[in-house]
């Protein structure tokens, strides 16, 4: 009995070790690192006054080399134009006019804010729609009263940006999306609707018309939407639209969760949702995510971890859960400043918070294109490797757990099968450093990594 206690707690304490090993196999190519870093709206700064007391994040926000910004809410913030921007009715002021009258538009600066983005490298995202409305009275979140002229005004709006049209840009944007959570309508008051004032069926109706009108007039686009906060229309809305032809080009949804797995199960279920009604070649995008316990009692705490080590933690696990499940392009909300949501960035300062970290250091795993195969079975870690052919590998690790009462150090194995003995760099990001450079070595085909509870480094091995 005594002998089999003994190789029992062996066996325990090897399976303990094992399940903390991370194996990243380079030989293994298992995809494309894919655009997992990008974020709803663009770099702030003064607007456009000329005023130079006030604070830019110009040089970090081109650093993080966002792929995508979307450009939802962004009438919220001073920085970007506020009300002037964006915004169908912002920019199309009367509905009265005609389509086709360059002086019916408002385009100044919608224009100044998307040169912006662009000029940080950034690749615009267009929402077409309009902001979430909280007061009383609502502005731009109602129907429109003819659901083709909207499509014509989106048009028009989309020839301004790519093909000149009233004084405008050839700016080859690719991605157009038609509206914002209309299904929060389900959990609104029916006298205080945020994002659709309609039925269900009318905004059915309205995006099918929408985007047949504007799949016509540009086919090498991508358009789609609708943007879902849930899942409750899902079906219904993909039965709609495969009924009628309705091309989508992309599905967007939105996931605010504290378990990367959330993220993940929820892209699952979006692609078998796709693939039930023929959209298999849709692609899918979580364009808006963060960091939320919960919308009530823990709504401040969510607050608080959006800008601190966890929530570094936490958005690094998410991009690296979602890089292995079916889902295209991530787009963190929020970069604007104003908002409480915004956790990338200090509202007052500008200068980057931990959160930026992770978005910074997955730009580094994009530059050696190619997704390696990682092998992980701990449920508090996270990672994702990338690797050129013979030249060198990054790997981001993240330990995350919502648990607040873990708070031993550990000691992470990460095993290297064929990689030579020598010095490797770290990056990390605990309570005491901001991506800060350690020196770590391979040795034996292993490296061993001490982290913190909700931690986060970036691994180069040459």
């Not at 605990?430 to 913190?452: C, F, H, K, N, Q």
Request: include cysteine; aromatic fraction near 14%; charged fraction near 25%.
């Amino acid at each position: 009995m005594k002998r089999f206690l003994s190789l029992l707690a062996a066996a325990l304490l090897a399976s303990a070790v094992a399940a903390e090993d991370i194996i990243i196999d380079r030989t293994q190519s298992v995809g494309k690192i894919k655009p997992m870093n990008g974020v709803n709206n663009g770099p702030a700064g003064p607007a456009g006054n000329g005023n130079s007391q006030q604070k830019d994040n110009f040089a970090t926000y081109k650093a993080a080399r966002f792929p995508f910004a979307r450009t939802h809410d962004a009438a919220f913030s001073e920085s970007y134009g506020s009300e002037h921007t964006i915004d169908i009715t912002a920019i199309f002021p009367d509905f009265s006019r005609k389509v086709d009258d360059p002086s019916a538009y408002d385009f100044a600066i919608t224009d100044w804010y998307l040169d912006r983005i662009r000029q940080m490298g950034t690749e615009v995202f267009f929402r077409l729609g309009q902001k979430i409305e909280h007061h009383v009275k609502k502005y731009g979140i109602n129907p429109p009263k003819d659901f083709k002229k909207w499509a014509q005004i989106c048009e028009h709006i989309i020839r301004h940006y790519n093909e000149g049209w009233a004084d405008g840009h050839h700016w080859n944007i690719q991605c157009w999306e038609i509206w914002n959570e209309a299904d929060l309508a389900q959990y609104d008051p029916e006298d205080n609707r945020l994002t659709w004032g309609g039925t269900q069926q009318q905004f059915f109706e309205f995006y099918a018309i929408a985007a047949k009108h504007l799949k016509k007039c540009f086919p090498d686009l991508k358009i789609g939407g609708p943007a879902f906060a849930g899942e409750y229309w899902i079906d219904k809305f993909l039965t709609y639209m495969s009924k009628e032809n309705v091309p989508i080009d992309f599905f967007s949804w939105h996931c605010y969760a504290y378990k990367p797995q959330s993220m993940m199960n929820k892209a699952y279920r979006i692609r078998e949702f796709l693939d039930k009604y023929g959209y298999k070649e849709t692609t899918t995008t979580l364009n808006e995510w963060n960091y939320v316990r919960n919308w009530t009692n823990e709504f401040l705490y969510s607050l608080r971890t959006m800008r601190n080590q966890k929530g570094a933690a936490f958005c690094s696990a998410v991009m690296s859960v979602c890089q292995d499940a079916p889902v295209d392009i991530l787009m963190y909300y929020d970069a604007r400043p104003e908002t409480v949501f915004n956790g990338l960035f200090d509202m007052y300062t500008m200068h980057p918070t931990p959160v930026y970290y992770p978005f910074y250091a997955w730009s580094k795993l994009a530059d050696l294109e190619t997704q390696v195969r990682v092998t992980c079975e701990d449920k508090e870690l996270y990672a994702t490797a990338a690797a050129k052919a013979g030249g060198p590998m990054r790997i981001l690790v993240s330990r995350y757990s919502d648990d607040d009462n873990i708070i031993r150090h550990r000691d992470v194995t990460l095993r290297l099968p064929g990689t030579p003995d020598g010095h490797a760099t770290g990056h990390i990001i605990d309570s005491g450093r901001l991506y800060t450079e350690i020196p770590l070595a391979v040795s034996g085909d292993s490296m061993v990594v001490r982290m913190e509870p909700n931690s986060v480094i970036l691994i180069e091995v040459e």
